[in-house]
């Protein structure tokens, strides 16, 4: 069984940086896409950011310029660098992937279970 184990969250102050990581533990073929979303309880779960395979990136417009997702593929592990954090970017983390898990197999959709970031002061 693939499972998606993130870490990095936790409390920082205004201004401070944080880089969370997601890697895939288990059996597994590939992983193509990742990304990251996060979710303020009593909203909508939102994109922060992606990374395909090849290393094409998107963020979310209100991350641009202070966050940065990258990849290493030897370790199949992603990556969200978080600088200049403000209280908005509160919210649980999660990390998803399209993994193959064996040849042949199409792709599936993983989820982490979040990591908590917490801006404050």
């Known amino acids: 069984q693939v499972q998606l184990v993130e870490s990095g969250g936790g409390l920082v102050q205004p201004g401070g940086s944080l880089r969370l990581s997601c890697a895939p533990s288990?059996?597994?073929?590939?992983?193509?896409?990742m990304g990251w979303y996060r979710q303020v309880p009593g909203n909508q779960r939102d994109l922060v950011a992606t990374i395909t395979n090849g290393g094409v990136t998107n963020y979310v417009d209100s991350v641009k310029g202070r966050f940065t997702i990258s990849r290493d593929d030897a370790k199949n592990t992603m990556y969200l660098q978080m600088n200049g954090l403000n209280p908005e970017d509160t919210a649980n983390y999660l990390c998803?992937?399209?993994?193959?898990?064996?040849?042949?197999?199409?792709?599936?959709?993983?989820w982490g279970r979040g990591t908590q970031v917490t801006v404050s002061s």
């Open positions: 288990g059996s597994f073929f590939s992983i193509g896409t």
């Open positions: 998803y992937a399209f993994v193959r898990r064996r040849v042949g197999d199409p792709w599936q959709n993983y």
